[in-house]
Every structure is written in C-alpha cells, then in structure tokens.
C-alpha cells in the first residue's frame, strides 16, 4: 500500500500563491506517478497536473498550465504543486493519488490522499 498525505491548503486572495505537498509513505515503489487532482462543490473531480518518478515528464490540464508547476523530491518522498495566479475558480479540494502510468485519467490512480482544502477569494 502507499499513503499519501496532502497538506498546505488554505484561504489566499486572488493573484496570491500557495505550495501544496504530497508526502508519500509505505510501498513508495508502486508511486511511479503522482497526480494533483481537484474537485470544487457541486463539480466532479478534474486532472490538474500530474509528473513521473524522475520528474523528467509532466502534464498539465490545460486551465492551470502556466500558472501551476508539479515537482518531486523523491529523497523525501514527496511531490508538490506550486500554484501561482491563483483565481476564485481554482477554488477547491486538492487530492494527490499515486499511480503507474502518466495519465489524466483519475480512475488509473489507485491510491488517494484525504485532500487538502484550497480557498481563492476575490
């Protein structure tokens, strides 16, 4: 098993910055990807970045390209996303999940964080 756990949410003004993290535990090995997804109220989940175990490739989705960077330091297990430029509409519950393959699609992911709160005001 692999446990996640996502911390540095809270609430930012519009243009601000946040740092999330994603610290992995456990059969770190079967991490070979981590994704960032999102889920805002009454939305369904949506892919925001995802990066491969030696961070040599990323994707994006394209409403945070630009503004959003994945990242790893696999010494600490751990993956991040640096959002910049934030906006009310990133508004939502940040979720990483570990998976084998780099894909946007949240059911290749077999394991999940418990989410991490991210609150834009305008």
């Known amino acids: 098993q692999v446990q996640l756990v996502e911390s540095g949410g809270g609430l930012v003004q519009a243009g601000g910055s946040l740092r999330l993290s994603c610290a992995a535990s456990g059969r770190t090995y079967r991490a070979v990807v981590t994704g960032w997804f999102r889920q805002a109220p009454g939305k369904e989940r949506e892919f925001a970045a995802a990066?491969?175990?030696?961070?040599?490739?990323?994707t994006y989705a394209d409403s945070v390209r630009g503004r959003f960077t994945i990242s790893r330091d696999n010494v600490k297990n751990t993956v991040y996303l640096q959002m910049n430029s934030l906006e009310p509409e990133d508004t939502a519950v940040y979720y990483c999940?570990?998976?084998?393959?780099?894909?946007?699609?949240?059911?290749?992911?077999?394991?999940w964080g418990q989410g991490t709160q991210v609150t834009v005001s305008s």
């Open positions: 999940a570990a998976g084998t393959t780099l894909v946007v699609d949240g059911n290749q992911y077999a394991y």
């Open positions: 990066i491969n175990w030696s961070g040599s490739s990323t």
